[in-house]
């Protein structure tokens, strides 16, 4: 692998790396987000009569609002699994360029090869 190659999957990597830590954002803002959500929601539904915490979360859950961002919750959770994914193979990759790397190093001493 040449370096300029080599620069090339660096600088990919930090791609991924840098879009892996936005969508760990993302999904962490969703996730604390939902709970807020929630306990807004169920207060909108305390006010509106509902009595018990069950019966508010109950109406809450129910909410489109509720439903809109569980499904912005699990868009998220697609994309950084794509990113952990995207990020894994670069790193397979890697590991696979530097045992091939070893491997020649070691060759090249059993046969006496200077470079």
């Known amino acids: ?8 999957q660096i ?5 991924i ?4 830590a936005e969508a760990k954002q993302n999904l962490a803002v969703l996730e604390f987000g939902r709970q807020i ?4 929601l169920m207060k909108k539904y ?5 009595k018990t915490a069950a019966g508010q979360e109950r109406e809450a859950r129910a909410d489109p609002e509720y439903k809109k961002h569980i499904e912005a ?5 697609s994309e950084e699994a794509k990113w952990a994914w995207e990020k894994k ?3 397979i990759n890697f590991e696979r360029w530097k045992t091939q790397m ?10 006496n090869v200077k470079d």
């Open 89 to 91: 193979i670069v790193d």
């Open 1 to 8: 692998m040449s370096d300029e190659h080599r620069e090339k």
């Open 46 to 50: 305390m006010v509106g009569g509902e």
């Open 17 to 20: 790396g840098e879009k892996h």
């Open 37 to 40: 959500l929630l306990s807004e």
């Open 11 to 15: 600088h990919k990597l930090r791609e």
């Open 73 to 77: 919750l699990g868009i998220a959770i």
């Open 102 to 111: 070893i491997n020649q190093t070691i060759e090249r001493k059993n046969y």
